[in-house]
């Protein structure tokens, strides 16, 4: 079950007939209750998704800052890293 929450905030929209129409039929399909669940429920999962694509483009961003770092940076390779080369050229085929 749903935990209540607090709701003392109020949102006014105002939209075509149409949309209502869709919007209403929709709820219908949904088995939503309330027609206002139906639009919170519906505008929280947009909400999300659209955070959630915002994040990740953040986390790809700052991933590839980190990796073109790694790779271009003025970093000196550690010995593991030294050795860890010298055993792939011993082992990579000639092409």
Known sequence: METQLKKDERIEIRISDQDKRIFKKAQKLSGDKTFSGFIIRAIRIH??????????ILASKRDREIFFDAVFGDHVPNNQLIAAAKRYRSTAVSG
């Open 47 to 56: 909400a999300e998704h659209i955070i959630a694509k915002e994040e990740l």
